[in-house]
């Protein structure tokens, strides 16, 4: 069955520092990959997706994912951290091209000051 | 700017109501989602449709019933409510077609006492 694991529930860093949350994938084809922010309090953003051609996708907000076949993953990175950035990041597949949509169980990001 | 209108912030009721959640998006989306957030579970997909009156069963429609009689409008409802179901409701739409981003509304915080 497909699945999604975000093996960090939580992460911390600190503003100005580099960011990557991982994102492993299981599932027989090529997937439609997508990340999803959520900020306190509100519904889910889409940040970035992908379905095929380049593998490094840029999304909204300096937010950048990497996808890897080989490792079936598809980590978020920002270069740089901003307080802003604090909230729960959700990594998702589309199953089958059915519009359904798989979440991880996100990764709850803090930034220091 | 586009949106998914969830009817109600926060809920509280008792065991054994019955519950409607509704939810109004104004984009004319064909699909429509009810999924439910739960800490360190993600999301997780309980009932959709792909157009009126159609829908289908997601996940985990254990407990739960939909009704879209409007293209706009898709309900959830709880026929007899249990603590188990004690949760955070989340709508979403988006239009035909695969790969295609869903727009969120802010959710429901459900309490089931």
């Known amino acids: 069955a497909q699945s999604v694991t975000q093996p960090d529930i939580h992460i911390t860093v600190s503003e100005g520092a580099s960011l990557e949350l991982r994102c492993n994938y299981s599932?027989?084809?090529?997937?439609?990959l997508f990340w999803y922010v959520q900020s306190p309090g509100q519904g889910l953003q889409l940040l970035l997706k992908?379905?095929?051609?380049?593998?490094l996708v840029q999304g909204i907000k300096g937010f950048e994912a990497e996808f890897k076949r080989s490792q079936s993953s598809f980590n978020l990175r920002k270069p740089s951290v901003h307080w802003s950035d604090a909230a729960e990041y959700f990594c998702?597949?589309?199953?089958?091209?059915?519009?359904?949509?798989?979440f991880g169980s996100g990764t709850r990001l803090l930034v220091r000051p | 700017d586009v949106k998914v209108t969830q009817s109600s912030r926060y809920l509280v009721k008792r065991t054994g109501e019955k519950v409607f959640l509704e939810c109004v998006q104004d984009?004319?989306?064909?699909?429509m989602f009810w999924y439910r957030q739960d800490p360190g579970l993600g999301l997780r997909l309980i009932y959709f449709?792909?157009?009126?009156?159609?829908?289908e069963k997601g996940d985990i429609p254990e407990g739960y019933s939909v009704s879209r009689e409007k293209k706009e409008r898709f309900s959830l409802i709880l026929e007899s409510a249990s603590t188990n179901q004690t949760s955070m409701y989340l709508c979403?739409?988006?239009?035909?077609?695969?790969?295609?981003?869903?727009?969120f509304g802010s959710g429901t915080q459900l309490s089931v006492l």
């Open positions: 979403a739409s988006t239009t035909a077609g695969t790969g295609e981003k869903l727009f």
């Open positions: 599932y027989g084809a090529t997937p439609y």
């Open positions: 992908y379905f095929s051609g380049d593998t």
């Open positions: 998702a597949v589309e199953v089958d091209s059915s519009y359904k949509l798989i």
């Open positions: 984009m004319d989306h064909e699909n």
């Open positions: 449709s792909y157009d009126v009156k159609m829908k």
